[in-house]
C-alpha cells in the first residue's frame, strides 16, 4: 500500500478526510461504488438539499446521488461540497464529525503526488544531518542497554518554528495515511509544540502535543515521529501521567530487523528528558493482546528481554518458566496460547530505579491502571448520585473550587474546562481539605498548566507535588472493593 501511482481507499475519520482533501485536492472522492449504506444519508442530506426529505421520510430507492448532483455547484466534486456544508452546519466540531462518520463512507485517494508516497517520501535533508552509511553489522537488541542509554548524555533537542512543525506534520500524517492507519497524537497535533533529536546513525526523531481544545482530561497526549536518513521509519504514541507514561511504539515492517532495539532506547530517552516520565508501561495490546500481528513477531519477547516485567504476579511467575525453558533448549519457541496468555496484562520498565525500590519483583506503579480513576469517579457517580453524571459534576466543582480557593468566574475557558475535568478525581480525595495552602495553591497551578501552551510543564508540576502523587497512586491502584469500603470508613468518620 501507498506505492506511487496507486490508490487507497478506506473509512478514514472526517478530521482525516478534511485534512487530505484539503492537502491532495482534487485527489480524494467518495468511493460510490462500494457505498452500501444509502439509508444513512436520509439523517443528513436534507439539511442541506431542500426538499429531499419529501422523499428521504418514506420513500424506498431514493436516488440520492442525482439530487446531490442537482443541488451542488458545477465544478464541486461531491466530497468537497459534502465538506463544504457540513462546515456551514451550525455544530461543533466533534457533532460535525459524528454526522460525517455515521454516513459510513469511504474515500478513494489517488496517490499522485510523488512526495507523498511511500516510493517518494522524505525528510528534507540539510548539511547538519549526513547520510549514514552502514559499514559495520547492525546494532542488535543484545547491544542496547536501556538502563545505559537512559543515564548518558542527554540528546540535543531542538524546538521547530511552527512552520517547520506543520511540514513534519504534513509528511507524519501522509505517511500514517498511507498506510490505512490514523493516530489520535498526529490527527489534532499542535505544529507549535514540535521538537526534534538527532540521536545519530541517520536517525530523527519528531516529537509533538496536542493543542489545548484536544487533550485528554487526565493524561499528557504525545505522540513521536522518526526517519532514517530522511525515510520514514515508525512513529510512537505516548501517554504520560506523573512520571509513568504508556508507549505505543511501531517500526514500520520493513524496517523491523533495523535496529529497532537501539531507536527504542532513543525513543525512552527522548522522553525521559522531555517529560521527566521514568515508568515506561506497554499496553496488552502492543504485545499481542487481540493483535495477531504483535502475537506473530514475538512482540512481548521484544521487550521482556530489554529488561520489561509483567505487572501480573501470576505471568511474572510463567515468564519465568518460559524464561528456564529457554535456556535449556535455545531451540524452544512459546507457544501461541502461552504468548496470548502473556499478552493478557502491561509490561512495566523502570530502569533507572533503584532495586531496593522494587520489592517482591514489583514497584508502586504494577497495580495503577488510569482507567482505575475513571471507573472510581463511575462508581461514585452510581453510589451518590443516582448515576446522574451532570449532577455529580457540578456537586465536584463546587466542592474542589471552594476547598482551593479558585475564582472560576476570572479563569480563561481552556482552563476552568481543565477544572472540570481534573475536579472529578480531585473530589475523590478525602483529605483534600486538609492540604497546606501551600499544597492547595501548587494543585491550582497544576490545573492552570494543563490548559497552557505545552502540556510539558503541566507533567513536570504534577511530579514536583507529593502529596497529590501519593492520593492518585492510590486512587489509582486501588481495587473496586477497597473503593467502596474506603467509602463506607469516611461516611462513618
Known amino acids: 500500500s501507498g506505492i506511487a501511482g496507486t490508490a487507497i481507499t478506506t473509512d478514514y475519520s472526517y478530521d482525516v478526510v478534511e485534512w487530505l482533501t484539503r492537502r491532495h485536492r482534487g485527489r480524494v472522492a467518495i468511493d460510490w ?17 431542500p426538499l429531499l426529505e419529501e422523499e428521504a421520510a418514506e420513500d424506498a430507492n431514493v ?46 485517494w489517488t496517490l499522485a503526488d510523488y512526495r507523498s508516497t511511500r516510493t517518494g517520501m522524505r525528510w528534507p535533508s540539510r548539511s547538519k544531518t549526513r547520510t549514514f552509511f552502514q559499514d559495520s553489522p547492525l546494532l542488535s537488541r543484545r547491544d542496547v542497554s536501556l538502563e545505559k542509554e537512559l ?7 531542538e524546538k521547530l518554528s511552527k512552520r517547520e512543525g506543520e ?48 487533550r485528554l482530561p487526565l493524561r499528557g497526549g504525545f505522540a513521536a515521529f522518526f526517519v532514517k536518513n530522511g525515510v520514514p521509519a515508525g512513529y510512537v504514541e505516548a501517554l504520560a ?34 517529560l521527566g516520565v521514568s515508568s515506561f508501561s506497554i499496553d496488552p495490546y502492543q504485545i499481542g493482546h487481540e493483535n495477531k500481528e504483535a502475537l506473530e513477531s514475538g512482540a512481548f519477547w521484544f521487550y521482556r528481554k530489554l529488561g520489561f516485567r509483567s505487572t501480573d504476579p501470576k505471568l511474572r511467575r510463567l515468564t519465568e518458566k518460559e524464561e528456564e525453558k529457554l535456556a535449556r533448549n535455545p531451540r524452544y519457541r512459546t507457544p ?32 495503577f491502571h488510569i482507567r482505575n480513576l475513571g471507573l472510581a469517579v463511575n462508581r461514585r457517580m452510581a453510589r451518590e448520585f443516582g448515576g446522574d453524571a451532570e449532577r455529580m459534576r457540578r456537586a465536584a466543582l463546587r466542592r474542589v473550587s471552594s476547598i482551593l480557593g479558585a475564582e472560576l468566574d476570572r479563569w480563561p475557558d481552556p482552563a476552568r474546562r481543565a477544572f472540570d475535568g481534573l475536579a472529578l478525581v480531585l473530589d475523590l480525595i478525602r483529605d483534600l481539605p486538609r492540604w497546606t495552602q ?28 507529593a502529596r497529590l502523587r501519593g492520593a492518585l497512586l492510590r486512587l489509582g491502584s486501588r481495587k473496586p472493593e477497597e473503593d467502596y469500603e474506603q467509602a463506607i470508613i469516611s461516611d462513618l468518620i
Not at 87 to 94: A, E, I, Q, T
Not at 184 to 195: C, I, K, M, Q
Open 241 to 274: 501521567f506523573l512520571e509513568r507514561v504508556e508507549i505505543g511504539f511501531n517500526v514500520y515492517y520493513t524496517f523491523r530487523d533495523g535496529e529497532s532495539a537501539w531507536i527504542f532506547s532513543q525513543v525512552l530517552k527522548l522522553l525521559n528528558q522531555i
Open 63 to 108: 436516488p440520492y446521488r442525482e439530487w446531490l448532483r442537482a443541488g451542488k455547484p458545477r465544478g464541486h466534486s461531491d466530497l468537497a461540497w459534502l465538506l463544504e456544508r457540513l462546515r456551514h452546519l451550525p455544530l461543533s466540531d466533534v457533532e460535525r464529525a459524528e454526522r460525517f462518520e455515521s454516513l459510513g463512507l469511504t474515500v478513494s
Open 151 to 157: 543515564s548518558g548524555p542527554p540528546l540535543a533537542i
Open 336 to 367: 501461541l496460547a502461552t504468548l496470548k496468555r502473556l499478552a493478557t496484562a502491561n509490561v512495566l520498565l523502570e530502569p533507572l530505579r533503584r532495586r531496593s525500590e522494587i520489592a517482591n519483583g514489583q514497584s508502586e506503579w504494577d497495580p
Open 438 to 465: 501551600n499544597e492547595k495553591r501548587d494543585l491550582l497551578a497544576i490545573v492552570r498548566a494543563k490548559a497552557g501552551s505545552d502540556e510539558v510543564r503541566y507533567l513536570r508540576l504534577m511530579q514536583r507535588h
Open 167 to 214: 511540514k513534519v506534520l504534513a509528511m507524519t500524517r501522509d505517511a500514517t495515511a498511507l498506510r490505512y492507519r490514523e493516530y489520535y497524537g498526529f490527527t489534532y497535533a499542535d505544529p507549535s509544540t514540535v521538537r526534534r533529536a538527532r540521536p545519530g546513525r541517520g536517525l530523527q526523531i519528531f516529537f509533538c502535543g496536542l493543542p489545548v481544545s484536544r
Open 33 to 49: 461504488e462500494g457505498f452500501e449504506g444509502t439509508d444513512r444519508l436520509r439523517f443528513l442530506w436534507p439539511l442541506f438539499l
